[in-house]
């Protein structure tokens, strides 16, 4: 089993930045891929960005691409998610999510999934 725990939400004016990050236990990260999902009220849940097991691969949805980058720690178990230039549409519950994954690619599909911290980005 995979727990994962999101930290870094919070309340950012349009045009700020946030960075989240996830603590993964119970594996090592050096197994996993890692992606955040979001839930905006209303909305599906959406894949946001991923990245595969050893960094060499990303996948950034269109709607982040250019403000939104994320990083591993596999030593430290931790993956981060930088978020600028924030906009209003960027409100939403963002979760951690993990699967198992020695793939060059980034998979769409996550089995672990983390508590979500919220986001809101006011106008």
């Known amino acids: 089993q995979v727990q994962l725990v999101e930290s870094g939400g919070g309340l950012v004016q349009a045009g700020g930045s946030l960075r989240l990050s996830c603590v993964a236990s119970?594996?090592?990260?050096?197994?996993?891929?890692m992606g955040w999902f979001r839930q905006a009220p209303g909305k599906e849940r959406e894949l946001v960005i991923a990245?595969?097991?050893?960094?060499?691969?990303?996948y950034y949805a269109d709607s982040v691409k250019g403000r939104f980058t994320i990083s591993r720690d596999n030593a430290k178990n931790t993956v981060d998610l930088q978020m600028n230039s924030l906009k209003p549409e960027d409100t939403a519950v963002y979760y951690c999510?993990?699967?198992?994954?020695?793939?060059?690619?980034?998979?769409?599909?996550?089995?672990?999934w983390g508590q979500g911290t919220q986001v809101t980005v006011s106008s």
């Open positions: 999510a993990a699967v198992l994954s020695l793939s060059p690619a980034v998979p769409k599909e996550y089995d672990y």
């Open positions: 119970g594996r090592t990260l050096n197994s996993l891929a």
């Open positions: 990245i595969n097991w050893n960094g060499g691969s990303r």
